[in-house]
């Protein structure tokens, strides 16, 4: 309903933009370092929304920094534009509970209309302690490995009885990590497509996919827009090339 108003005309973008930001201030969820959030930012690096630190609200994000010691969101902003369909992120960020920094795994999405991004994110520590033990049972098969070139054959049987029980703690660390970010990003999408907001993820000017919000402003199911042509989001063809002129440079895709 704010983009439908928005793009009729009966709001402003900074109209839009209030509205948008004080109905996801109350969506919060709880995880196990206590309540989470959306955030909203804009496409410029300044923080148009973040529940629990106020303070940073209306400035640009200057702290925020990517694991390469880049500034955050002006990398993810131009991710988005490259690949609208929305990205995932890792990031140091302060985690609430611990007071340290703490790998962070966000996921991302454009909203053009507000040239602004929405996301969540949740801290990574239990796949990081997994891949910390994949770590050190590396460096254990790697000692047991070079003993079995200089020791007796009974000393070489018993370094190959370690190295095979450091290759079945390795393989279930690694289900165990995998299966932690399976269910961080699991539970992201799942966020982001209960938002109150319309949602779409669009690759080459075609839906891959959209939230229930999305579907319930054009009156239909979400499977009605996979794999579709964004045009069902326009009302006229003039609307569509107009926007694909903007976004892209030109009417459609390459």
């Not at 919060?28 to 804009?42: A, K, T």
């Not at 988005?80 to 962070?104: C, H, I, S």
């Not at 699991?186 to 319309?198: C, D, H, M, N, Q």
Request: proline share 5%; net charge positive; hydrophobic share 40%.
């Amino acid at each position: 309903p704010i983009l439908s108003e928005l793009r009729e005309g009966r709001a402003t973008r900074e109209q839009a933009l209030e509205a948008a930001r004080e109905r996801l201030r109350t969506l919060c969820f709880q995880d196990e370092y206590g309540p989470n959030y959306i955030f909203l930012n804009g496409l410029d690096g300044r923080v148009i929304l973040r529940p629990y630190r106020t303070e940073d609200e209306g400035l640009p994000d200057l702290s925020t920094r990517d694991s390469r010691g880049e500034l955050l969101l002006p990398g993810v902003a131009a991710r988005l534009r490259a690949q609208p369909g929305g990205v995932f992120e890792r990031y140091p960020f302060t985690n609430p509970k611990t007071r340290r920094m703490d790998e962070k795994l966000s996921y991302f999405e454009s909203v053009p209309e507000l040239d602004a991004m929405i996301g969540t994110g949740a801290y990574l520590n239990a796949a990081s302690r997994a891949q910390e033990g994949l770590l050190r049972d590396g460096l254990i098969l790697y000692l047991a490995m070079f003993l079995l070139f200089g020791v007796l054959m009974a000393l070489a049987l018993g370094s190959l009885r370690i190295r095979n029980l450091g290759m079945g703690r390795e393989m279930r660390e690694r289900l165990r990590a995998q299966e932690a970010l399976r269910r961080s990003e699991a539970t992201l999408k799942a966020i982001v497509g209960s938002a109150p907001v319309g949602i779409a993820s669009i690759k080459n000017r075609h839906f891959i996919e959209v939230n229930e919000a999305f579907a319930r402003i054009f009156q239909r199911d979400r499977a009605d827009f996979r794999g579709q042509s964004a045009r069902l989001a326009y009302a006229s063809e003039e609307d569509y090339e107009a926007a694909g002129r903007i976004l892209y440079g030109k009417p459609g895709p390459e």
